[in-house]
């Protein structure tokens, strides 16, 4: 994990051509080298040396195919606040090792605030919801509460990162 100042540091790193890059390929991962040569203007070479540099630098996570979630029937997103009952780092660890089992949950994030974690859970129906709650959240040791909310409209959806002068 990169900490707040070597991470600043990359972007440092990262020229208008390297930034445009990044920007093309959060875009379509599918591009190849002379598709994104052409929206940045270069030539095949040096954009693949680019793009291989980026790359060495850790810049690069993973390149993933994203689906229509209506389409494959994933219709129901619910946001849980989710309390623990204690918070030694055992409890952490066990809780946070039950959650990346569970194929519902698509995000899952330590908080500050009124909560503990919050979890992005994504199902086909508020009847799969309440299978996964009951029969799967339900059982993981020490949760105190959970809250759920509901997603009426997705507003925005973005996986891009916008890449600013630094």
Do not use: W
Not at 36 to 63: D, F, N
Not at 111 to 117: K, L, Q
Not at 118 to 133: S, T
Request: with cysteine.
């Amino acid at each position: 994990m990169l900490n707040q100042d070597n991470s600043s540091t990359l972007l440092h790193d990262l020229d208008k051509i390297d930034r445009r890059i990044l920007q093309v390929m959060q875009a379509d991962a599918k591009l190849n080298t002379k598709e994104i040569a052409h929206r940045v203007g270069l030539s095949i070479t040096p954009t693949y040396e680019r793009i291989k540099k980026i790359e060495k630098m850790g810049l690069i996570k993973s390149q993933v195919t994203l689906l229509d979630r209506q389409k494959v029937g994933k219709t129901l997103i619910a946001f849980c606040s989710v309390s623990l009952q204690l918070h030694s780092l055992a409890h952490i660890k066990n809780f946070e090792a039950a959650i990346a089992k569970l194929h519902e949950v698509m995000e899952c994030y330590h908080v500050a605030g009124n909560y503990d974690y919050l979890l992005k859970v994504v199902v086909n129906d508020m009847n799969k919801y309440q299978q996964f709650l009951t029969y799967k959240l339900a059982t993981i040791e020490n949760i105190a509460q959970v809250h759920s909310s509901f997603v009426m409209t997705e507003t925005k959806h973005t996986t891009a990162f916008q890449l600013d002068e630094v």
